[in-house]
């Protein structure tokens, strides 16, 4: 029943979104989370469930703010049937599993490291190049452009804000995402997808140079 609830709660708040975070991408997230969990064996199925259904809500991309992000999650865990261990476990790991600008952060539990491989899986791979272009697009940055360095350390600010590209969100964080795994079942997930970008931009680099067949 709770996780019927779930769904349709987020359902309604990220149906329609056109930024690569909508319903598909967290119901891909929530199948990939309930893999590696299965193949790991480890970790609490119905808490790697709920986080990672809930996992973009209280995202400030998609919110006004930090706070009315966390405010909305946690309006919303309040409605439903969980124990206060529960909803604090939930909150606990979506609050830590976000990439932000590559900034590493703790993992406290083998749930959190599950969820949040399957939300990295997600950025990778063919759906990865098609969601790194819906959300370039929708905030303005161009495709590419030669004259723009790729950033290297940046602070959340900077990764949010900063001048960039499509192609150049490719070095700033995809195609370091494979490394920052936790799990061997997401790892090996993640080979084939790592190789799709990689074969992708020497393509992408070919046709800009007008050598591409």
């Not at 979506?94 to 899986?121: C, F, H, N, P």
């Not at 700033?172 to 997401?186: G, I, P, Q, S, V």
Request: aromatic share 8%; proline share 2%; charged share 30%.
């Amino acid at each position: 029943m709770v996780i019927k609830e779930t769904e349709e709660f987020v359902r309604h708040e990220l149906g329609e979104d056109a930024t690569g975070h909508d319903w598909f991408h967290v119901d891909r997230v929530r199948r990939n989370a309930l893999h590696i969990c299965k193949e790991e064996q480890a970790g609490d199925p119905f808490i790697i469930e709920m986080a990672a259904l809930l996992h973009d809500i209280p995202d400030e991309k998609l919110n006004e703010s930090t706070e009315k992000g966390k405010q909305k999650l946690e309006t919303f865990l309040e409605s439903v049937s969980l124990t206060d261990s529960d909803k604090n476990h939930i909150v606990k790991i979506i609050e830590s599993i976000s990439y932000k600008g590559g900034r590493k952060t703790t993992l406290e539990s083998i749930e959190a490291k599950i969820v949040q491989d399957a939300d990295r899986l997600d950025a990778i791979g063919a759906i990865g190049i098609a969601r790194a272009f819906a959300y370039g697009g929708k905030k303005g940055q161009p495709i590419y452009d030669p004259s723009i360095t790729v950033r290297k350390e940046m602070s959340l600010e900077e990764y949010r804000k900063g001048k960039s590209t499509s192609i150049h969100h490719f070095y700033e964080k995809l195609l370091k995402l494979r490394d920052l795994l936790n799990t061997e079942a997401a790892k090996n997930m993640a080979a084939g997808r790592h190789q799709m970008m990689v074969l992708f931009l020497e393509q992408f680099y070919q046709e800009w140079d007008g050598q591409g067949s």
